[in-house]
Every structure is written in structure tokens, then in C-alpha cells.
């Protein structure tokens, strides 16, 4: 196989590059080269994907059998139609990590690859779209949604949708499982997100690159949702950040209400939490029947671990600033409930 890896230099990209090369494929590299090198024995061509003449240029490079596209999740509908479009002579087939926002459901409602998309065209620029009153639907979503449909416009059965819900594991950048391990190594009382038998389905980033080159090699095309088949409860997963890290924590579980009234944010100050019935409800039967296997949680949080005590260190991101409540309010909050 000669694999095209959009992006690569990071988390995704590197983790879809690396099992790759582990297949013994040829594997070529675009990205601007700001974000982290790409491993060895990669052939790199350096360009911006927003630029006709660079895609000119990396279509000049080609053939190659898929794409795998790790890199537009902050790109308008339009650019990702003319990248594909650029490069539709020269690659067989298209791989293309979307995510569950694209859902007209998502978060309130449990979803199935059959549950109803948004709507946005294939050639939207980056204003299409708006975030709903209470946070969905998203603009973020009609922007992935407009995406897909530039894809499948392009690439007709010929292109792989993946939706992942929440990717973390070794090189995150976002920062919510750093920041849970690092607040379990910190120790003490912890506020926690009641009820906490609530599951969670995240899934390790080595799972869904796999998984994506799997859908590669298959010759099948479709969309996917990628999201863990075997969720665990936040009481487990907070266990496991105190297990590994040897926090001498303790859990002060704190109901919904409480938190809000303290103005937590859901999904940021406290990551991974969120109220919505739907948020963890993502079936992922047709992908595990494609081949999707998803390691134990309880091991993506152990390797992390290990990845930042060995000086691991993200991709510089906005959004990881976002993400853990502050110390100072932390101890405010705690105070208030009488904890010490």
C-alpha cells in the first residue's frame, strides 16, 4: 500500500503513520511542518492544504492508494472539497476522520450511523453554521457535516467516514486525561462529577488509527462511529488516575446541580463530564463488527502516564487552556461543601 497522510506530526496523524510503517506500507507525509516531525523512513512533502498551488505540487507526488485525512478539523467544508478534489486523480480512496458532532442528536440523544446528520453543503466556507442556546447543535458540527458530504461528493463509495466521539492516550493535546492525571497525582480531596456510576466511552488514539487502516486496506466504504464498546464509570476511571499516578486522593463526588451552581463548566473545567443523555451513547457495533477492538481504558490512562512522566510534552493548542478547573476555585468550591 502507498498510504498519503494528511497531517502526521501529531497525536492522530503520527499514531496513523506509525502503524503504517509497522505494515510495512510506503508512507508519504503533507503538513506545514509546525506541529512535530514525522517519524522515519516517512517521505515528507511540506505545503499548506489551504494553498491550490501546494496541493498542485503534492498531487505531482502521487499515486497513492488512500488518503487518510487526520488534519481538517478546523477547516471550512470548501477547503476540504478542494484538497479532495485536487488529489481525486491520483488516490484510490479516501479516509476521513469526522466526529459524533456531526450528529443532529448529539449530545441528548443515543446515536447509531443511521441516526440523522446536519445538514451544511460541500462547498460552505468557515461562517456556515451556529452553536445552539444551549451548546448543540454546533458550528464546529455543520462545519464536519459539510465536510463529509465534500468527501462523499468526491470520493462517492470510494470514501471511509470515521466519527470518533473523545480521542485521548499517549501525545493528547487537548489536555483532559494530563489533567485528571496530574490532579490524581496532586492528591487531596478531588471534586468529582456526580453520579459516579455515570459511564464514559473515550477511545485511545492508537485504537482508532488502527482502525482507520484497517478501513484503508479494506475496499469498503461507509461511515463508522468510533467510540469505546465497553464504557467504564468515572469512578473507575478516576480509580485508574489514582492507581498510576499514586495520588493519595480522595473523590468528593458533587451532583450536577451543585457544580453548576458554583458555575463548573461541563466538558471543560471538568473534563469529560457532561449532563447530556446522549454524550457517552454512541453505538459503535457496526465499527467493532469491521474490526474496531478497543484496548482497556484503564491502559490508555497508564501509558499517558508513563508518555508525560518520560517528558511527554502536546503539541502547543489553544483548546488545552480550556481544559482543568483552576486550583484557587477548586479549594473554594471544596470549602464550601465542608470538605477539607
Known sequence: MRILV????????????????????????FSRGRSGAVPE????????????????RLAEVGRWDVVVDTSSGEMSPRTVLAAAGAL?????????VSTVSVYQGW??????????????????????????ADGSPTKYGFQKAG???????????DAI?????????????????????????????????????????PVDVRDVAEFALQQAGSGRGGAFNVAHPHPISMEEFLACCL?????????????????AGYGVRQWTEMPLWRTADGVWSVDSARAVAAGLSCRPLAETVADTWRWLQADGRPVDHPRAAEHGIQPGKEEAILAGLGVR
Open 6 to 29: 494528511l497531517g502526521g506530526g501529531w497525536f492522530l496523524g503520527r499514531a496513523v503513520i506509525e502503524g503504517a510503517l509497522a505494515r510495512g506500507w510506503d508512507v508519504t507525509a
Open 41 to 56: 523512513g516517512v517521505e515528507t512533502v511540506r505545503g499548506d492544504r489551504t494553498s491550490d498551488a501546494d496541493l498542485k
Open 88 to 96: 481525486r486523480p491520483v488516490v484510490g480512496r479516501w479516509v476521513h
Open 107 to 132: 449530545p441528548h440523544q443515543p446515536l447509531t450511523e443511521d441516526s440523522p446528520l446536519l445538514e451544511a453543503p460541500a462547498d460552505a466556507d468557515e461562517s456556515f453554521g451556529h452553536t445552539g
Open 147 to 157: 465536510a463529509e458530504q465534500a468527501i462523499r461528493q468526491t470520493f462517492g463509495r
Open 161 to 201: 467516514v470515521l466519527r470518533p466521539g473523545v480521542i485521548l492516550g499517549p501525545g493528547e493535546y487537548v489536555g483532559r486525561l494530563p489533567w485528571w492525571l496530574r490532579r490524581a497525582a496532586r492528591g487531596g480531596a478531588i471534586l468529582a462529577p456526580a453520579p459516579a456510576a455515570r459511564t464514559i466511552q
Open 243 to 259: 492507581a498510576v499516578t499514586g495520588g493519595a486522593g480522595r473523590a468528593v463526588w458533587t451532583e450536577p446541580d451543585v457544580l
